[in-house]
């Protein structure tokens, strides 16, 4: 029963009155409560005064042990401002010096909640007024031209939901690690912007030019080189996440998207894009984002991200029980769509389809379940995700056949498992490969 | 008008889905769309000179000046030694030093980075990490003549400038692929 309902249903006192009255009291009590958050304010404006109720005969809000007795014996928070969490959930990010990881196991869904979105910059997160934001295109262009944010969002706009994920995004090392820790550096929103193809036919890119320079207004003056051809088929300066403006940690005002593409080429905070018809060689994708793989070669310019995928439950540090499980997780791929997931319950010797929950879209983190019977025996599951382009996700085996024991850290994607222990205790598997 | 684009935009994704496509969507998404929509304004040749600090590696945007390893030891040790150690071969979070062949495994300018451009451009834009952007260009020239020649790229009198910096054959260069993996059923 709602409160409207309760009031159709003929209750007494006048329900604005007795809400007015209860919300003083219990924002109160709320802000006083210890371990309570509170986004909101109090609503309603009120002064306290609740003309014809006399606050005595409302149950004691105060009364912090009463909070979380019974519920329909005190009345509730009243709208607010902004929305809040519970205070029982607490998802939070594990930040490092350089980054801040996604809890991918405390998620539902495929929507990775904006403030929850894993974060890497090179000097930290700028400040940046958005009435002097400009973004600047230049060089082999027919006319140089500067964008106001107002600028941007006058132009025809989209909005695609697709992962961004850090090349550098596989951790290992110790059983008691979450997939926060061992691959957090991956997280979906829906961006809304313009199409960088659209400011391409605007300041006229010349047709020779290959390359353009992307650069961020942040202390790195972050920089990469990015194929003209990406600009034109799906790039995109973005400028709203996930319903409102892009958040200061992804970008604010303008970033660029580059769907499926190694989240260090997404530029934030980006001021110019320079076209031209060679790539400029900057430390990021030289010194850094290139990997060495067999024959003392460095592979360079590894834009695509490789399907991926990893059961977040049950994962470290969720403890399980004999009987039903529904293995959950998300899987993806730069390179398309995901095709299919496959599940291992037996350490790798049999495998079987997940189920795709809908929407499975291209370049988009992609959840899926497998329901099991867990005999309670010691095992390992792991899940195997392959893409639209036939791409299967190695093992960590495979992949140090492919690129050999020097193989370094970027585009790390294996297939991992977890330990379920008889005692429903449920440890990474960690594989060496240094 | 909204929906039209984006089914638009959608069915271009899937056209030109794969990377082998030598592919330019360089028509608008609907026919209808003006040539140009007159937003924005266009750049003025100051205020792209006061931004476009790019540099590209056959030289392009170096600008003029010149410094040497001396010069450069000098500045090391005032502006960079706190974080990045005396020498720089220590083994600091960031190692800048180690030559070619010496058996450190960790990544630096003289083992791994491809060009001596990138050198000159990291640092004026990017270091001193505390304060970037606050040195002179004959300052970087010093910087990346010393730290070039402690990785044993060049030798200790050689003044850089934009002429001779692009010329510097870095000894990692040979090593750089371009990633030709398409998806498909392989790993590499």
């Given at each position: 029963m709602t409160l409207d309902d309760k009031e159709n249903a003929g209750k007494k006192i006048p329900r604005r009155t007795m809400l007015r009255a209860a919300a003083v009291s219990a924002a109160a009590a709320l802000m006083g409560a210890s371990g309570v958050q509170r986004g909101g304010q109090p609503a309603g404006g009120g002064t306290g005064k609740v003309p014809g109720v006399d606050k005595g005969t409302l149950p004691d809000a105060n009364d912090s042990t009463q909070l979380y007795t019974d519920p329909t014996k005190i009345t509730g928070t009243l709208p607010g401002k902004l929305g809040t969490r519970s205070p029982f959930e607490q998802p939070v990010k594990k930040p490092s010096d350089i980054s801040s990881r996604t809890p991918l196991q405390d998620l539902y869904g495929i929507i990775t909640p904006s403030d929850l979105h894993f974060e890497r910059s090179h000097a930290g997160v700028p400040r940046i007024d958005p009435e002097k934001y400009e973004l600047l295109i230049h060089g082999m262009v027919e006319r140089p031209m500067v964008f106001s944010l107002r600028d941007l969002k006058r132009f025809p706009a989209v909005s695609r939901i697709a992962f961004?994920?850090?090349?550098?995004?596989?951790?290992?090392?110790?059983?008691?690690?979450?997939?926060?820790?061992?691959?957090?550096?991956?997280?979906?929103?829906?961006?809304?912007?313009?199409m960088l193809s659209t400011l391409f036919r605007e300041v006229g890119v010349h047709p020779k030019a290959t390359w353009f320079l992307a650069e961020g207004s942040d202390a790195a003056v972050m920089t990469r080189s990015i194929p003209v051809e990406k600009g034109w088929k799906d790039a995109m300066i973005?400028?709203?996440?996930?319903?409102?403006?892009?958040?200061?940690?992804?970008?604010?005002?303008?970033?660029?998207?580059?769907?499926?593409?190694?989240?260090?080429?997404?530029?934030?905070?980006?001021?110019?894009?320079?076209?031209?018809?060679?790539?400029?060689?900057?430390?990021?994708?030289?010194?850094?984002?290139?990997?060495?793989?067999?024959?003392?070669?460095?592979?360079?310019?590894?834009?695509?991200?490789?399907?991926?995928?990893?059961?977040?439950?049950?994962?470290?540090?969720?403890?399980?029980?004999?009987?039903?499980?529904?293995?959950?997780?998300?899987?993806?791929?730069?390179?398309?769509?995901?095709?299919?997931?496959?599940?291992?319950?037996?350490?790798?010797?049999?495998?079987?389809?997940?189920?795709?929950?809908?929407?499975?879209?291209?370049?988009?983190?992609?959840?899926?379940?497998?329901?099991?019977?867990?005999?309670?025996k010691p095992t390992e599951i792991m899940s195997l995700a392959v893409d639209d382009t036939g791409y299967r996700q190695p093992t960590m085996k495979q992949l140090i056949q492919a690129r050999g024991t020097d193989m370094g850290g970027y585009h790390v994607n294996p297939v991992t498992a977890w330990v379920l222990k008889g005692d429903g205790t449920v440890l990474f598997k960690p594989e060496k490969w240094k | 008008m909204l929906m039209k684009r984006t089914g638009c935009y959608r069915v271009a994704a899937v056209m030109v889905l794969g990377m082998l496509a030598c592919h330019t969507n360089t028509r608008p998404p609907v026919s209808d769309w003006p040539s140009h929509f007159g937003f924005g304004k266009t750049a003025t040749s100051r205020q792209i000179d006061s931004l476009n600090i790019s540099i590209a590696p056959d030289g392009k945007g170096l600008p003029s000046g010149s410094g040497n390893a001396l010069s450069g030891k000098a500045i090391y040790l005032a502006k960079c030694a706190a974080c990045h150690g005396e020498t720089g071969a220590e083994p600091t979070a960031n190692r800048l030093v180690a030559p070619m062949g010496d058996t450190t495994r960790v990544k630096t300018i003289g083992n791994y980075w491809p060009y001596a451009t990138t050198v000159y451009d990291y640092i004026r834009r990017a270091m001193p990490f505390n304060a970037p952007g606050s040195l002179t260009n004959e300052e970087v020239y010093s910087l990346t003549a010393f730290l070039l020649y402690r990785n044993e790229v060049i030798d200790s009198t050689l003044s850089l400038n934009a002429v001779n910096l692009p010329k510097i054959v870095m000894p990692a260069k040979k090593y750089y692929v371009d990633d030709d993996r398409r998806g498909g059923n392989e790993v590499r």
């Open positions: 961004i994920e850090c090349s550098g995004n596989f951790r290992t090392g110790k059983e008691t690690m979450t997939p926060q820790e061992i691959c957090g550096l991956t997280s979906q929103s829906e961006w809304i912007g313009v973005a400028y709203g996440q996930n319903g409102e403006a892009i958040r200061p940690e992804q970008g604010y005002p303008a970033r660029l998207f580059l769907p499926g593409w190694e989240g260090n080429t997404n530029v934030k905070w980006i001021r110019r894009i320079e076209l031209s018809d060679q790539p400029f060689m900057t430390r990021e994708e030289t010194s850094k984002y290139t990997e060495t793989i067999r024959d003392h070669k460095i592979r360079q310019f590894s834009f695509d991200m490789d399907a991926r995928s990893i059961i977040t439950y049950p994962s470290f540090p969720q403890q399980v029980e004999k009987g039903w499980i529904e293995i959950r997780g998300i899987a993806w791929s730069g390179r398309g769509k995901i095709d299919r997931v496959e599940i291992s319950t037996d350490a790798g010797k049999h495998w079987q389809k997940a189920v795709l929950q809908e929407p499975v879209l291209d370049k988009a983190h992609t959840y899926f379940r497998h329901l099991w019977y867990w005999d309670g | -």
